[in-house]
């Protein structure tokens, strides 16, 4: 028997929607950050640390085992650690060199393989 939806369920769905569908698409990104002008990077990180506070203050309320959370905890160490290395783009050119860094796939991969496995898991009608 399902368990009933609530507000931390339905948060948590648009965050495996939103955060880590998004760093997870290489194609989202090209269209969103391929010719971007100003802070949309800096935008996208500050949404998602934001998010993932939420999420890791009120671990409790949250459907996910600890395997899941410390999976989660490393996708935002990974992008801690990179945001924290490389200035922010604020250029398409600057953008282009964001989309190429092979330390941005590594962040890109893990995230589509949380979205396809925690997402799939959890919520396995609504992620594709």
Request: charged share 20%.
């Amino acid at each position: 028997m399902d368990q009933p939806r609530n507000r931390f369920d339905m948060f948590l769905e648009n965050f495996f929607n939103v955060e880590i569908y998004f760093f997870s698409s290489k194609t989202v990104q090209h269209e969103k950050w391929g010719h971007a002008y100003g802070e949309k990077f800096g935008t996208r990180l500050h949404l998602y640390f934001e998010a993932w506070e939420v999420i890791s203050k009120h671990r409790e309320k949250f459907r996910l085992t600890s395997s899941q959370l410390d999976q989660l905890q490393k996708l935002y160490d990974m992008v801690y650690a990179f945001q924290l290395a490389h200035d922010y783009p604020t250029q398409p050119r600057a953008y282009q060199v964001l989309l190429s860094n092979p330390e941005w796939h590594k962040i890109q991969r893990y995230a589509g393989q949380l979205y396809n496995t925690i997402g799939l898991e959890l919520y396995p009608s609504s992620v594709s």
